[in-house]
């Protein structure tokens, strides 16, 4: 396993089109995170997922904003008519959940999204 | 979630120990401490985990007092590639939610 894959790398698209960026979490994680990050801040969450459910969604994520995790497998960020405003890194994360608690945390390098 | 207070920079040279202090009053019991490194363009790094007093790994060390209000990130002997951003955070173990703040850059000179 060659941890967290995000596609694409970079994206460049016209403001008001459609754009979708997957992620392929490790294989045995359960769990699955969206942040997005903007120059000088850190990451911010956008929503998780345990295994095909999405247990959670921040208020950042406006209507344009979709995810989905089918199958509880990979998963997918959908951004509508998109705005200059959602220029930034989108990051995928993944993790386990056990009994014992959350472990192997990891982040996959990110989609760039520039919106012109 | 409790919310962090770290340094927004910090300067070393290569070869010196870097301690990085991090402020969580409001940690509750439940919570971890973690802490993160990012290189421009690519995606947080996990660098060490805990929960109170020590834990040391192959990159770094950290440390929690016994009221768990404050933790240490110790980096021994930098060199020119430790130069990045540091985040601490403290998430429940149960959602996984991380909670970022500005974190620390830390610029390593020869």
């Known amino acids: 396993d060659t941890g967290v894959s995000q596609n694409p790398r970079h994206k460049i698209t016209k403001r008001g089109q459609n754009v979708t960026f997957r992620c392929d979490p490790i294989?045995?994680?359960?769990?699955l995170y969206w942040y997005r990050q903007t120059l000088g801040q850190g990451p911010e969450f956008l929503t998780y997922f345990q295994n095909e459910a999405q247990l959670e969604k921040s208020r950042l994520l406006s209507d344009r904003f979709s995810a989905e995790r089918p199958k509880g497998s990979f998963s997918t960020l959908e951004i509508q008519r998109t705005e200059q405003g959602d220029s930034a890194m989108y990051l995928c994360a993944s993790s386990s959940i056990t009994e014992q608690g959350l472990s192997g945390y990891t982040f996959g390098s990110g989609t760039r999204l520039t919106v012109v | 979630l409790a919310k962090t207070t770290q340094p927004i920079s910090m300067d070393s040279y290569e070869g010196q120990e870097v301690n990085i202090t991090c402020s969580h009053n409001?940690?509750?019991?439940?919570?971890?401490i973690t802490w993160y490194q990012q290189f421009p363009s690519q995606g947080p790094r996990f660098i060490i985990q805990g929960y109170k007093t020590k834990v040391t790994n192959e990159v770094a060390s950290l440390f929690i007092p016994a009221d768990r209000k404050s933790s240490t990130l110790s980096l021994p002997r930098v060199s020119l590639s430790d130069t990045a951003v540091y985040y601490c955070l403290v998430y429940s173990g149960n959602t996984g939610k991380l909670i970022f703040g500005q974190g620390t850059t830390l610029q390593v000179k020869p």
């Open positions: 294989s045995e994680h359960n769990r």
């Open positions: 409001n940690i509750a019991t439940n919570d971890y």
